[in-house]
């Protein structure tokens, strides 16, 4: 037979039909490293959802009193007196991993002067704000708020 009529690959045929390839399979590769980590930050976002709802499922079974509305917060046997305005820090483990957890309760509305019990809340906003240390993004906090009233008699 002669050689010009024979088919096939050249070695530079081959050489780049192999750079395509490994361009390619780089690219998937860099596509799993992308996901695992993805997943990994979305667990901790779920974990951090549980620690803030938590939270909340207790601020919730606090009755909002007088006795409890001035009364120092402090997890799990505390109050709802008004934190500062940085809030209370604290760090939580969850499942082997670590959350800086930040509560802040803001008073909003007040008994009127002239009536009884003037000048106390009648109104609160709670927030928890649950961050994975180590977090990369602010999008890894996870941020939950509620309103607590209590009632008061009269117009206000």
Same mark, same amino acid.
């Given at each position: ?64 009193? /007088?006795?409890? %509305? ?5 997890? #799990?046997? &505390? ?5 500062? *305005?940085?809030? @209370? ?5 969850n499942a082997g991993r670590s959350y800086t957890v930040i509560t802040t309760i803001q008073d909003l509305n007040f008994v009127p002067t002239g009536n ?5 809340? /009648?109104?609160? %906003? ?5 961050? #994975?240390? &180590? ?5 890894? *906090?996870?941020? @939950? ?12």
């Amino acid at each position: 037979m002669d050689r010009k009529q024979q088919r096939g690959f050249t070695l530079l045929e081959a050489a780049i039909a192999m750079v395509i390839l490994m361009v390619i399979g780089l690219g998937v590769a860099s596509l799993f490293t992308y996901s695992i980590s993805a997943n990994s930050r979305a667990d901790d976002r779920e974990l951090a959802m549980a620690i803030a709802q938590k939270r909340m499922e207790w601020f919730r079974t606090i009755a909002f009193t /007088t006795q409890t %509305r001035s009364l120092a917060y402090s997890y #799990p046997n &505390g109050g709802l007196a008004p934190t500062a *305005t940085a809030g @209370v820090t604290e760090t939580v483990t969850n499942a082997g991993r670590s959350y800086t957890v930040i509560t802040t309760i803001q008073d909003l509305n007040f008994v009127p002067t002239g009536n009884p019990d003037a000048g106390a809340a /009648t109104r609160k %906003r709670i927030q928890v704000a649950v961050t #994975p240390i &180590g977090a990369s993004t602010l999008f890894d *906090t996870v941020t @939950v708020y509620t309103e607590r009233s209590t009632q008061v008699t009269g117009i206000y």
